[in-house]
């Protein structure tokens, strides 16, 4: 079952057919649609979805430092699933959410048929692999299961790392491959499917797991230190965005929030809230 966690309240903003931003002015009922700004002297309200770690941390600091002088304020909302956000984006009980990398959208976009627009992506977080058991791929003995996500877009990236590191080879021109995909494999590695978050809490049960680096945070593993393999960030395909309602891209709340989250504070605050590298700023 999935579930969400709210950092505040979300308010119901009743008979709004567009970006649900709500004006904090004298009128208490005041919204903005998505084609306009709040008026003047009042504050959108910008509802956005986001996972814990670093997603909502990236957002609170954007609320508390940069957000009052951009003009919106951020109600953000805590999942722990990576479903969830664009269910509830595409329902309309959210303004935008902030949890995806751009393959697993694609992925998103078009099995669920949603009608959503991206912006340019804020930050990377490093694939890792860990194990409780062995030290490197090299140690993981014959037979050994290895923990994968079960969705398409991040199980592709999972055995791209671990091909990369010659634990297995993969069926060639095939552009995301799944376990079915895994052609020469001399240690005879089985590859187990599992719910992305549900992978670092059975760390226990596999010789080795492929996890996100946003789990891996959230379970206080440092994906610098603590990871046997730990994907590469230079020419990383798989930055994490700001999503929302295409009808809502050119929204001015929504697009001086992305260009808080590109602005030169929020790349400050990333590489010293995690220096090791942990996570990358994607711009």
């Not at 627009?117 to 058991?133: C, K, Q, R």
């Amino acid at each position: 079952m999935t579930t969400a966690r709210t950092s505040t309240r979300i308010a119901a903003l009743a008979g709004v057919a567009a970006l649900t931003l709500a004006a904090c002015g004298d009128a208490a009922d005041d919204t903005t649609d998505g084609a306009s700004p709040a008026a003047e002297g009042e504050v959108a309200t910008i509802v956005v979805g986001a996972s814990p770690t670093p997603h909502a941390e990236i957002l609170e600091f954007v609320q508390e430092n940069l957000a009052e002088d951009a003009g919106f304020t951020l109600d953000i909302v805590e999942y722990t699933d990576y479903v969830q956000p664009n269910v509830q984006l595409a329902e309309g009980e959210l303004d935008a959410n902030f949890f995806q990398h751009l393959p697993y959208y694609e992925a998103e976009v078009a099995e669920k048929g949603y009608d959503f627009a991206h912006f340019e992506g804020v930050h990377i977080e490093p694939y890792g692999v860990y194990s409780d058991s062995v030290a490197s791929l090299d140690e993981l003995p014959d037979g050994a299961q290895v923990g994968v996500p079960n969705d398409p877009a991040n199980q592709a990236r999972a055995l791209e790392l671990l091909a990369s590191e010659g634990l297995f080879t993969l069926a060639e021109d095939v552009e995301d491959p799944t376990i079915f995909d895994v052609a020469e494999n001399p240690k005879n590695v089985e590859l187990a499917e599992l719910e992305a978050a549900q992978l670092v809490r059975s760390l226990q049960d596999f010789d080795a797991a492929v996890i996100n680096g946003n789990y891996a945070l959230e379970a206080d593993l440092n994906p610098a230190e603590d990871a046997i393999l730990l994907e590469s960030g230079e020419g990383n395909p798989y930055a994490n965005l700001l999503a929302v309602r295409a009808e809502d891209a050119e929204n001015e709340a929504v697009l001086a929030l992305d260009e808080a989250l590109h602005s030169e504070d929020v790349r400050d605050f990333i590489t010293e809230r995690w220096p090791a590298g942990e996570i990358i700023p994607a711009f």
